[in-house]
């Protein structure tokens, strides 16, 4: 274990689990060096299905340098519909080629628009739109550019073999494009994609949401300048902070930055009578879904936060220790894919240690940590120990979620390891594994590189 970081840090991911110095390098040199195409978990209803059962048009499209909402917005724009008629089951990053499902309410196939950079496949229809549960995970397949250290990459295959609790292949080496396929495990930590890779902010916004305060929440993200943006970006938000001066904010935020300016435009409206609910109706011009991540990401951060303190504590994360909250694997998952289902849980007594622990070494349970929502119970332990005094050291109690709207979470837990069968070889580098939903690529990744996380893309 070695320290991660500084960029990683500050949204708790504090460790590599791996010693070894990593590759170096890049992600992303070209968009089809990133490849994702979603394991899907839903089933349509033919087109000539009626439209008053199945007002859902549904399809499947391959993306090249398009980030989701984006896309979403420029299919709505498109339609001439709300973007809220868009649905998906996941996120995904701009800079890849990916595949994923979308759901439209209320339209016709030939309606679709012809739009750069996308090929869609027309599926079917269906009575709802998609969620976030019809997607069970993702497969990738990623290719690292200018390796400095591309041999060291077996080493930290084994060190993450080990960390998942097995042991690590003993393939030839010599074989430079030979691909070895081994079962590895990393901290299921929240990638740095979640709170903003270039300006890591969504978990502070959020924060200051589940504790009230709408106006910090507001200035969180209309605020905090970054190195990594344009000046006259900078500027703007420097200006904001200055002088809450609304109006002119409008005019100095660059068009590009259209949430900024629409918080801008709400704030404008109410000028010299700003009140807490006004900063509370700014931040809900944003989308339902933006809305939601940044409570997301503020339970995100003390997840991050959790895990990185067990592994301070030299606490395991492939079996449990008694206090631990286990959950058990989700049996309907897609072949291939192990998928924790944290519906099924179970607190791990002193007596139920031996048999989760069996259950976690076959690949059946799984040890969690919480995202921290109104009813959401916390462990025993010296586990729980860690998961309440994250929560202090954050002044957050369970029932700050209890909020209005798209704010509210009621939380979960989640499994705090994650495991893949991954497939190395070299000439490129290239990494392919699976993932189930909501785990990221970059926490593998970033063990092999050991990079600047903005490398990581």
């Given at each position: 274990m070695r320290p991660a970081h500084p960029t990683e840090q500050t949204v708790g991911m504090e460790y590599y689990v791996s010693d070894t110095d990593g590759v170096g390098g890049r992600l992303r040199a070209s968009d089809d060096h990133f490849r994702v195409r979603e394991l899907e978990r839903f089933s349509t209803e033919p087109l000539s299905a009626t439209t008053d059962a199945y007002p859902h048009l549904v399809f499947r499209a391959t993306l090249r340098s398009w980030d989701t909402n984006?896309?979403?917005?420029?299919?709505?724009?498109?339609?001439?519909?709300?973007?809220?008629?868009?649905?998906?089951?996941?996120?995904?990053?701009?800079?890849?080629?990916?595949?994923?499902?979308?759901?439209?309410?209320?339209a016709e196939p030939e309606e679709l628009p012809d739009v750069n950079g996308a090929e869609i496949e027309v599926l079917g229809r269906t009575g709802r739109s998609l969620e976030f549960g019809d997607l069970a995970g993702n497969e990738f397949e990623l290719v690292v550019s200018d390796a400095g250290q591309p041999e060291n990459a077996s080493s930290i295959t084994e060190e993450l073999a080990a960390f998942a609790g097995f042991?690590?292949?003993?393939?030839?080496?010599?074989?430079?494009?030979?691909?070895?396929?081994?079962?590895?495990?990393?901290?299921?930590?929240?990638?740095?994609?979640?709170?903003?890779?270039?300006?890591?902010?969504?978990?502070?916004?959020?924060?200051?949401?589940?504790?009230?305060?709408?106006?910090g929440a507001v200035m969180a993200y209309l605020g905090n300048p970054n190195d990594a943006e344009p000046e006259a970006t900078q500027e703007a938000r420097r200006f904001v902070e200055e002088t809450r001066d609304w109006q002119e904010a409008l005019e100095r935020f660059p068009g590009g930055l259209r949430y900024e300016r629409s918080m801008c435009h709400e704030l404008a409206e109410h000028d010299g009578d700003v009140t807490a609910e006004t900063y509370r109706a700014a931040l809900e011009r944003l989308p339902s879904n933006l809305q939601r991540l940044f409570v997301h990401a503020a339970q995100s951060y003390a997840f991050n936060l959790i895990l990185s303190e067990r592994l301070e504590r030299g606490l395991p994360f492939d079996r449990p220790v008694e206090g631990d909250v286990a959950c058990f694997v989700d049996r309907d998952a897609p072949d291939g894919l192990v998928?924790?289902?944290?519906?099924?849980?179970?607190?791990?007594t002193g007596r139920r240690v031996r048999s989760v622990t069996r259950h976690c070494e076959r690949g059946r349970a799984f040890v969690t940590a919480p995202l921290v929502g109104t009813e959401t119970e916390l462990a025993d332990g010296e586990q729980g120990e860690i998961e309440r005094e994250v929560l202090a050291d954050l002044d957050l109690e369970q029932a700050d979620f209890d909020l209005p709207g798209e704010f509210y979470s009621s939380g979960t837990r989640r499994a705090i390891q994650v495991r893949t069968d991954l497939d190395l070889s070299t000439d490129p580098l290239t990494l392919s594994f699976s993932l189930p939903k909501g785990s990221y690529a970059t926490v593998v990744m970033r063990e092999y590189l050991k990079v600047d996380p903005v490398d990581l893309g």
């Open positions: 984006d896309f979403a917005g420029r299919l709505s724009d498109a339609l001439g519909v709300s973007r809220e008629r868009v649905s998906w089951a996941g996120t995904k990053d701009k800079y890849a080629v990916t595949t994923q499902l979308f759901s439209v309410y209320g042991e690590g292949t003993d393939g030839d080496e010599s074989d430079a494009t030979a691909a070895e396929s081994t079962q590895v495990g990393v901290p299921n930590f929240f990638g740095q994609q979640r709170f903003g890779s270039f300006r890591p902010i969504t978990h502070e916004v959020g924060l200051e949401i589940v504790r009230g305060d709408w106006e998928l924790p289902d944290t519906d099924r849980e179970q607190r791990v």
